[in-house]
């Protein structure tokens, strides 16, 4: 099976599920909201003739959980903001939320989704008179955003947080790296290469798909993690995976060997 069918964040709104594990990510969005109306106040002055009525915005890696809908609710407030500032009429707005199939997408649209329509529309009345409306459509699209997703020129809008770090598959030739999870300091440099180059390839990929989905003139935010050295092992980015290495070698090293099952 391939590994987009397999790969995903836990759903529900359990303890070790993703809606209640993800408050750095909530940090990290908050962190870049400057950036996120900068995008979107340029968006509308120079992009304005290519949406008169409607905008087109699609969230790459949504996951599941309250931060599903941050990025998305931070567009709408600012774009509704820009409207009324220059006195045009609410836009339509087309929502496209994506994640891997396997995403619990059915959290997003009973749980979360209703409660924040419903917040949208207290915030909107308050915010343009009574009974302002504002119409905006939530779809769903499960596939990976290492392939095309849409449509030729249909998006003005993309954002992805903290998603573009997970490669499309394994890298070949790890066979050399005994003992570890991920990139470490005991990793040769044929491994080091291998998530190196694997990154670059699935990079290359976004950006083309990207490029030909999106309109003359729109904009893409992407928030990804980085490390500040050179060393692709640094700690900044291997230490965690190699402390879960650690732990899972002494899981395997307590497993009793075959004769010793046998003799009991």
């Known amino acids: 099976m391939e590994v987009t069918q397999l790969r ?18 909530r940090k990290v969005l908050l962190t870049t909201k400057p950036i996120m109306e900068a995008a979107v106040t340029a968006l509308f002055s120079t992009a304005a003739a290519t949406f008169p009525t409607s ?17 998305v609710s931070e567009i709408i407030n600012i774009m509704s903001n820009l409207c009324k500032a220059t006195k045009q009429e609410l836009l339509e ?35 343009n008179g009574a009974w302002a409306t504002l119409s905006c459509f939530f779809n769903g699209v499960p596939g990976s955003f290492y392939g095309r ?25 790890l066979e050399g790296n005994k ?15 291998a998530y190196y180059e694997q ?12 490029g030909q989905e999106v ?3 729109g904009r893409m935010l992407l928030t990804l993690q980085g490390r500040r050295s ?21 899981m395997v090293s307590e497993v009793p060997k075959k004769n010793s099952l046998q003799s009991t």
């Open 215 to 217: 309109v003359v003139g």
């Open 8 to 25: 995903h964040m836990n759903g529900g709104m359990g303890e070790s599920s993703y809606a209640n594990n993800s408050l750095l990510q």
């Open 149 to 173: 997703l849409f449509p030729r020129e249909s998006l003005h809008l993309i954002h992805s947080s903290y998603s573009l770090h997970w490669l499309s598959q394994v890298p070949r030739g």
């Open 230 to 250: 050179d060393d692709l092992s640094s700690e900044e980015c291997c230490y965690i995976w190699e402390l879960l290495a650690i732990a899972l070698n002494e």
């Open 199 to 210: 990154f670059q390839r699935d990079f290359s990929t976004f950006l083309e798909c990207r």
């Open 179 to 193: 003992g570890n999870i991920y990139m470490s300091r005991s990793s040769p440099p044929s491994v080091l290469r």
């Open 93 to 127: 707005i087309q929502v496209f939320l994506n994640d891997l199939p396997g995403n619990d997408f059915n959290t997003i649209f009973s749980r979360f989704l209703p409660r924040f329509q419903e917040k949208l529309s207290e915030q909107m009345k308050s915010k």
């Open 55 to 71: 905008l087109a915005i699609a969230d790459l890696g949504c996951s599941t959980g309250p931060n599903t809908l941050f990025a």
